[in-house]
Structure formats: C-alpha cells, structure tokens
C-alpha cells in the first residue's frame, strides 16, 4: 500500500486549490528506512546524554509561549485561492515558516493577535530549495522569539505541536492555535517527499493550517517546524532543528512567484 505524505496549507471553500503538495512514499522505501532506524537506533539512543538537567513546562507555561511566538500567514495564490499556514517567531524580524505557504502567492498577510496584518514585499521572503523552510522578514510589538534547541528531539521524546489549525477542536485555544501534546516516533528519509535530509515523525495528526507550525521540547524550545502529515498512517511529519539551522547559516533565494 503506497503512504503518502500531504502538505497542510489551508484552502478556503469556494476559493479554488490551495497549497497542498502530495508526494507518494513506496512501501519498500519505507520498510528499508524502518529496518536502518531500528538497527541504528539502539546504540544511538544508549549513548545519548541524560537531559535530566532539563525541566519540563507545564502545559499553561506551553501554551503562553506559543501563543507569543507563533503567527498567522494567510496567502492569496496565483489562482486567487486563500491559503492559510502557521510562522514561528525566531528573532527581532525573523518568521520561520514552510516554503510551500509562502511560495507562488500574489499577496501574503502575517497576522499576529489582533493587530493589523503586515504585507511584506517579496524581497522580505527567503526560501531554501533543499528543504520546506522560508523566512519571513517582518516585525511586530508584543512577540516572543522562540530560542532553537541545541540538539534534535529523540525517538521517544516528548514535545508540544502547535500551529492555526483549520478547524478548532477541543485542542484549540481562545487565539485559535491549536496545541497539541505529542511524542517522536522516529526519523524517516525525507528525499521522497521532496527534503534533503531526514524527517521526524509524530505520534499525533497535524492538521490543514498547521503548516509551519512550531515543535517545542519540553523546555519549551523549537526542536522542529511542522510541513506534512503522513497518510495512511496520519502521523505528522516535521523538519528538525539541525536542519533548520543550517539553513538559516546557508544561502537563501526568494520564493517562486506566480
């Protein structure tokens, strides 16, 4: 049964296609992957240093920081169709979000609270073609930069997943960002679903809109950026800090115009 991995920009009904990419994932590749992580993982995970040093937030604690270091990016594509995904606040006029929300857009609104939205011109908007990562250039008052871990989440650990869910649920708080508690499954090739470098898997559906939403560990720290959701299995699937900050250290290019 072939799986299949599925973007999560937000389409609006009536609207036309939004940013929604599939890229199909072979059975054999993954069982491959499965058998390598499962080899490897052991020994990895036996001579990992203890994070016992590192204290966990309580959930109010979450839920205050993601709410002060989280945006929402709403596109107007190239068909006209209105297109929802999820920034993460990461310096003074940085917003890290997913290539795929910010690319082949006439117009990109970045919503934070209840203040007026900023427009930002296309040269404000850097992508890496390597992976599904952009930076946004634009500042607001009131935003918190989220601090990068320093290492990536373990298979096992757990970590918060938040981003402007499509449709609120019973996980969804007053400012409509949706946070969810979740665990590392483990790492996948990312090449059949169009990224350079590995990806991480959770153990809880990412949902549309969620698209560039933020990983925390437990310390509250961005461990990893959301881009998918794994079909059949409905895992999300994310991209981990270490590739993010390389390509934040790396050269950038703007985004793909309509």
Request: hydrophobic share 45%.
């Amino acid at each position: 049964m072939p799986t299949e991995a599925k973007r999560l920009g937000r389409r609006r009904e009536g609207l036309g296609v939004g940013l929604r990419v599939s890229a199909g994932w072979r059975v054999p590749a993954v069982v491959f992957a499965a058998v390598i992580l499962t080899v490897l993982g052991v020994p990895a995970a036996s001579m990992a240093p203890s994070r016992s040093d590192v204290a966990p937030m309580a959930k109010v604690d979450v839920d205050r920081r993601l709410e002060r270091g989280t945006v929402s990016l709403i596109g107007l594509g190239c068909d006209l169709s209105l297109n929802q995904g999820t920034g993460i606040v990461i310096g003074p006029s940085q917003v890290l979000t997913n290539r795929h929300v910010v690319e082949r857009l006439r117009s990109l609104d970045v919503v934070y609270d209840a203040t007026p939205p900023i427009v930002p011109a296309r040269k404000q908007i850097s992508v890496t073609t390597a992976n599904d990562v952009a930076v946004v250039g634009v500042a607001f008052r009131g935003v918190e930069s989220l601090t990068l871990a320093p290492d990536d989440p373990w298979p096992g650990e757990p970590v918060w997943v938040a981003g402007f869910a499509h449709d609120a649920g019973g996980d969804t708080l007053s400012s409509g960002l949706t946070v969810k508690a979740a665990r590392v499954v483990d790492y996948v090739p990312g090449g059949a679903m169009g990224q350079r470098s590995r990806v991480l898997r959770l153990d809880v559906p990412v949902r549309t809109g969620m698209s560039g939403g933020p990983v925390l560990d437990e310390a509250g720290r961005l461990a990893a950026v959301v881009f998918a959701v794994q079909s059949p299995t409905n895992d999300g699937l994310a991209i981990p800090v270490s590739v993010v900050r390389s390509m934040l250290d790396g050269n950038l290019t703007a985004p793909a115009a309509c």
